[in-house]
């Protein structure tokens, strides 16, 4: 799901695999790695990438996604993580106390920009890397939806017990969310 990836930068910048940056730099001889350093023209930054849009592998084989069963604005591409870029919505129908069913919800996040449950699974592979403020929140993964061999749809979320433990599940898009079931959504 995620992959380290390494930034280089001679005279322009190039992402390749980690294991791409180390062949490369290894093929410049010393004395040039050196005066490189010196002049600061070579840097090497790793960051973690998530493809928001392969399918996840943790997703129930026998569930599909339809295209007309998304939402509009989904966040897709090579995505790199930071949290900054992230903000858990509510809807005021979330507020302590109260829920919002699944298809009004998803009507208000059409004007978001939603993340799938691929950054779930990042997370998950990541616990180290989750939010501290998001300990104690189902995470859903709205910006996709899929729909079970007889129909019914579904959404993934990750419950994040502390920062180090967290688990992945999924629910009824029928479903009511309450004011601890945020959607991850991109930070404007």
Known sequence: MSTATAVLSVNEAEVVPVAKAIELWNL??????????????????FADIVDMDILSKKAPAHWKVRPEDQLPNVVSGKWEFDPQKIKLYLSAKQAPGKSISGPDLCKELEGQLV????????????????????RGKWLIGWGRIYRDSIGSLYVRYLYVVDVGSCGSHHDYVASFFSSNCPAPVASK
Not at 35 to 40: G, V
């Open 28 to 45: 410049i001889p010393s004395a040039d790695r050196d005066k490189i350093l010196e002049r600061r023209r070579f840097e090497i930054v």
């Open 115 to 134: 993340f799938n449950d691929n950054l779930l699974d990042f997370f998950e592979e990541n616990p180290k890397l989750i939010p501290k403020e998001y």
